[in-house]
């Protein structure tokens, strides 16, 4: 069962990484049940040889269910399902919905008063960071980019406090921002959004920067609530039936075996 570089089987097919096709197996035998709250799943070992990937892509899907909610990671003792759907992703210390609604009432009103306060230099050091962010394509970088962009943003509205906020948030917004770009395809999409915020804040318009600030997050928003709200019926999109380089896989899975079942 080899689950690398799969593609989906819907009508537009998207190719995805082996970590969402990984995830969206994982995911849909919990929300199905095979796995009841409280049982554990089968050790890394055990599901790499199942799934035929690698560690470090298995391990990438697991800390994305624990994102979900769906499971915890206990040292010493392996990885144990806690619900059985999702309902509010954590990013750190913080609730995606928490998270979303404060982001709302500070980056909102910051985009429009950078427009009117930001200097020279802070347009430079944006316009340089966002074409950096357009040109990256590794997404680690570019995640470190987009918490860098948003704080870069705060600079701009001559407010400390407006920075020490966002810097308090910074380790969950680079969480978020794994998340989003890697189940949602969110990079392309978000350096469009950024350049409008940035293209605003060049022509000092209070106005379009909110806006432009706005759009983002609500796109944000938006592919959240895609990927919490997923049925097994879209994800089965990645794993059912899963091609590997435009070629069907024989035997594609309905699902990992249940708790206790042997590995195939």
């Keep these: ?36 709250i409280g049982d554990k799943l089968p050790s890394e070992a055990e599901l790499c040889r199942t799934l035929e990937v690698s560690r470090p892509v298995l391990r990438e899907a697991l800390r994305a269910l624990q ?12 990885t144990f399902v806690v619900a059985g759907s999702v309902e509010d992703p954590t990013f750190g210390d ?18 429009g008063y950078a427009a009117l306060r930001r200097t020279p230099e802070n347009l430079d050091h944006l316009t340089h960071l966002l074409e950096r ?14 918490t860098l962009f948003h704080l870069a943003v ?21 969480r978020q921002s794994a998340f989003l770009t890697e189940l949602g395809g969110r990079r392309e999409q978000s350096n469009r959004e950024h350049r409008a915020i940035v293209e605003a804040l060049l022509d000092g318009s209070e106005h379009d920067a ?31 039936p899963v091609t590997h380089a435009g ?18």
Excluded: C
């Design 1 to 36: 069962m080899n689950l690398s570089d799969s593609q989906t089987g819907g009508r537009v097919p998207r190719r995805v990484s082996a970590m969402e096709a990984v995830l969206g197996h994982l995911r849909g035998a919990i929300e199905r049940g095979e796995y009841a």
């Design 210 to 240: 909110v806006e432009a600030m706005s759009h983002h997050l609500d796109r944000v928003e938006t592919s959240l609530t895609a990927i919490v709200r997923a049925t097994h019926g879209a994800l089965s999109e990645q794993t059912g």
């Design 94 to 111: 913080y609730a995606a919905s928490d998270l979303l609604e404060v982001r709302r009432h500070i980056e909102i009103p910051v985009a």
């Design 67 to 78: 994102t979900m909610g769906l499971t915890v990671s206990r040292t010493g003792k392996g």
């Design 247 to 264: 070629l069907p896989v024989q035997g594609a899975p309905a699902g990992l075996p249940a708790q206790g079942a042997p590995a195939t």
């Design 133 to 146: 962010m357009e040109r990256e394509t590794d997404t680690t970088a570019w995640v470190a980019m987009d």
């Design 154 to 174: 705060a600079e701009a509205a001559q407010n400390p406090v407006f920075r020490r906020v966002i810097e308090e948030i910074r380790d969950a917004l680079a």
